[in-house]
């Protein structure tokens, strides 16, 4: 198989975009990628895109047919793929293995999501979509109660704390306030998350992830033709995706995501490398107490000491210098929004702007020469991860 | 790139289940399909799935994780792929990348839809979603109307009749008699189609396919490796893909599917092959309009004299005697069924039979060894062909 490069990059600004449409905002995105790349357009050969849930927001299936026609790209094959929130990962996945396969050269990958054309009650129900309808949504069980309870069993196995929670939100904030496409561009302080409303206990607002409108994309290109386009490219090392079951109930445990211990061993097996190799890493925060398991799993922190870390700030833009890693420097699902469908190829641009050094606001992390993006269906059920290094 | 084969085929009956649901039909088709194959199911290392629209129909997303789950296939990756009536072919040309790369050995593709838990009319506005919402549907042109337009004009042009059509409606009724999956096992006589209600000016009840519940299955290996598992494995010779406007009023014609045209010529060219050494074929025939542009798209008959090569019997069993072609051994979309997510994988799954020798009730090709599927997506927008030979 080939090595495979992401050579350009785009995104529109995340947030409530009252007046666009869905179409607009991926033409955005997939124009800035293209440009980025300083593609002409016409070398793309194939395309992938992720949304979770576009029939239901916005009453459009079909929506690879959609953008090659929008993008102008006709005939290429486009293709969409969905995977509730981890969509823009299995897209970015479905694009690696076309490259490597030697199927396809330039290939474009885009995320979108237009979450606000509906309520949120709507959107909710919707988005309840992506656990168990029969055995979750159908009795109730949204998106906050299925993390609460994880949150719950992870306080009471480990002694986490609503304080460790808050904690990511507030440096989740800070990080979306250097971050000019993030969703809240404002800092908030322990107290604001602390004396939040109660969306479902132990969650409070500030412990979510918002409904956002957006879309990214990327360009993808063998390693070898990557420096024809490109004078810095991304060298994806590694995509590795695994399954859990849908619903809770079944899971061994309520306090870590199995599929994403999976995910990142065999991710960590492909590129060669371990935890302490990584120098930057996006992962999946819908919830604060998300993040807190995910840097368990991934093997930054040992399993129970994640809000400890996250209080202790090891997780943030300075974190390494605290033992630790930073972690969500785009402000991540919570701060940076979270257009499902985007929300994964979002954190390749980001981690690809830092291994180039492009990570403006005075987000970038120093001598950050490899990164990992962790993206996560519904509550686990599918993990994909991706591991990158500067090819240049 | 590696050959790749079909080693295992499963399906449902296709029809309206209304005691069944959506993780009932699709395990149904898998395990026969992983049974078919001589599998224990652990040799299974990813799958693919292709589901239009289960978000909105059973409000269900994230359909690879849960079929990982109902499958007993975690934490193995399953990824859904929808590309409205071609997302079956779209999840064959997945899993086939996966096998070709070199990136996976045994892959499930499955492909279903739950199309009966909601009335008549709701699903008519959600099949509209294959459209384009924006221009079409939202202005109340649902997929009849459109493929009406498209008959009209073909009629306008080359002066299809609607004996023609109804003559298409006819002779896959008599396929579908003489198959036991199908949805429709009644023969219809002439003058039932002709005598039909009119859905939609030239189009009746007759010219077009129903709602149907059902699911379909395929395991696919290495060439190299299928004899392991099966003794009559199937090559896929060639898999091509292609993209027109979403659109009907952005296209240069509406008597011919641009995208079928471009993704033949590249599906002949990655086989060798040319049409006159196809043995059999499944073509989309959403409507019967669909099914005369498409044997024509195809190269099977001179641009517009599909209606006619139809009405003197070239396209049925016997068609190969009569200097035509058989089409929709299986009844097709008409009268085997069209459970949107499915039929893409059904397709194979009937060329497979037929090209194994196994296609039963008295609808087996004599000769086969060379046959096609062509599905398509909305009005034309996506278009899949597959090219598949004996491997044995």
Redesign the interface.
């Known amino acids: 198989?080939r090595k495979v490069a992401i050579i350009g990059v785009g995104m529109t600004r995340f947030g409530e975009h009252w007046e666009r449409?869905f179409?607009n905002l991926v033409i955005e995105a997939g124009v800035k990628a293209v440009e980025d790349a300083h593609l002409q357009g016409n070398e793309l050969s194939a395309g992938y895109v992720g949304t979770?849930?576009?029939?239901?927001l916005?009453?459009?299936?079909?929506?690879?047919?959609?953008l090659?026609?929008?993008m102008g790209?006709?005939?290429?094959?486009?293709?969409?793929?969905?995977?509730?929130c981890a969509s823009g990962s299995?897209a970015l996945?479905?694009g690696f293995?076309?490259v490597?396969?030697?199927?396809h050269d330039i290939v474009v990958v885009g995320g979108v999501e237009k979450m606000t054309d509906l309520g949120t009650e709507d959107v909710s129900?919707?988005l309840?979509?992506?656990?168990?309808?029969?055995w979750e949504?159908?009795l109730g069980a949204t998106f906050p109660g299925l993390y609460a309870l994880m949150a719950r069993r992870h306080m009471h196995e480990y002694g986490t704390t609503e304080e460790m929670l808050a904690s990511v939100a507030v440096k989740n904030h800070r990080n979306g306030s250097k971050n000019k496409y993030a969703q809240f561009q404002n800092e908030i302080t322990m107290e604001t998350a602390m004396n939040a409303k109660v969306v479902a206990d132990p969650l409070k607002m500030f412990d979510c992830s918002p409904i956002t409108d957006g879309a990214a994309a990327i360009i993808l290109a063998p390693l070898d033709m990557a420096s024809n386009y490109s004078k810095k490219p991304i060298e994806i090392v590694a995509s590795a995706?695994?399954?859990?079951?849908?619903?809770l109930h079944?899971r061994e445990s309520l306090t870590k995501l199995?599929?994403t211990e999976?995910a990142v061993q065999k991710a960590y097996a492909q590129a060669g490398f371990a935890p302490k190799d990584i120098d930057v890493a996006e992962v999946h925060d819908c919830f604060t107490i998300a993040e807190i398991m995910a840097i368990e799993d991934l093997g930054f922190f040992k399993k129970g000491e994640g809000g400890k870390a996250s209080l202790e700030g090891k997780t943030s833009l300075e974190g390494k210098s605290k033992g630790g890693i930073p972690i969500n420097t785009s402000g991540g699902l919570k701060a940076c929004g979270h257009p499902v469908g985007a929300t994964g190829v979002k954190q390749a641009v980001e981690i690809a702007w830092q291994l180039r050094g492009e990570a403006e606001g005075g987000r970038q992390i120093k001598d950050a020469n490899i990164g990992l993006s962790h993206n996560v269906?519904?509550s686990g059920?599918?993990a994909v991860v991706h591991i990158y290094k500067k090819g240049y």
């Open positions: 198989m449409g179409r979770m849930a576009s029939g239901s916005i009453g459009q299936e079909h929506i690879g047919a959609l090659a026609d929008y790209l006709n005939p290429i094959p486009i293709t969409r793929v969905e995977g509730a299995l996945r479905q293995m076309a490597a396969s030697g199927m129900d919707i309840g979509g992506a656990g168990d309808q029969e949504l159908f995706q695994a399954s859990d079951t849908i619903a079944s199995k599929a999976i269906g519904g059920a599918t």
